[in-house]
């Protein structure tokens, strides 16, 4: 494992234990060259999974690329990177509930909005702007009034 901080590549493992859910193992690692300690997790390889992107492409799913996607969203607003990579989690776990080796990347969109609706409108408004490709001013400001319209807002 290369370090995060001066990339030396040995390191000591100095505490291992299960987390996220008991599906990953989370370790605390020191580096031995520079003493610096950093996390790592270790996941389960499912069968790939591969998107369906709008215009009918193909790729494979990338954990990075939905994770970047929440955290723009949720740029400067007070949620924190471990209840992004929370949502992050909920969302695999309910795209491996669904047993496809092939999801749209339209499904996977509407799980993001339900995660961030209930959990910052900023954010929501947001991913939803980039999500729904809002042509212009009035679709945005048609979906923040649908903000306040919804049960629970």
């Not at 939905?66 to 924190?80: E, M, Q, V, Y």
């Not at 209840?83 to 909920?90: R, Y």
Request: aromatic content about 8%; some cysteine; proline content about 3%.
């Amino acid at each position: 494992m290369r370090c995060p901080f001066c990339g030396y590549e040995e390191d000591r493992v100095v505490d291992s234990r299960t987390g996220k859910e008991g599906r990953a193992v989370r370790r605390r690692r020191e580096c031995l060259d520079c003493s610096k300690r950093f996390t790592t997790y270790e996941y389960i390889e499912n069968i790939s999974l591969t998107i369906i992107k709008s215009d009918q492409r193909r790729e494979a799913y990338d954990r990075q690329k939905l994770l970047s996607g929440i955290t723009a969203a949720c740029k400067k607003r007070p949620i924190s990177v471990k209840k992004i990579e929370s949502i992050v989690d909920k969302i695999e776990h309910q795209i491996e509930k669904l047993s496809r080796s092939e999801v749209p990347s339209s499904e996977i969109g509407n799980m993001v909005m339900a995660e961030l609706y209930g959990l910052d409108e900023v954010a929501y408004v947001r991913f939803a702007s980039v999500y729904r490709k809002f042509k212009d001013v009035s679709e945005f400001i048609s979906e923040v009034k649908g903000i306040g319209a919804k049960p629970g807002a």
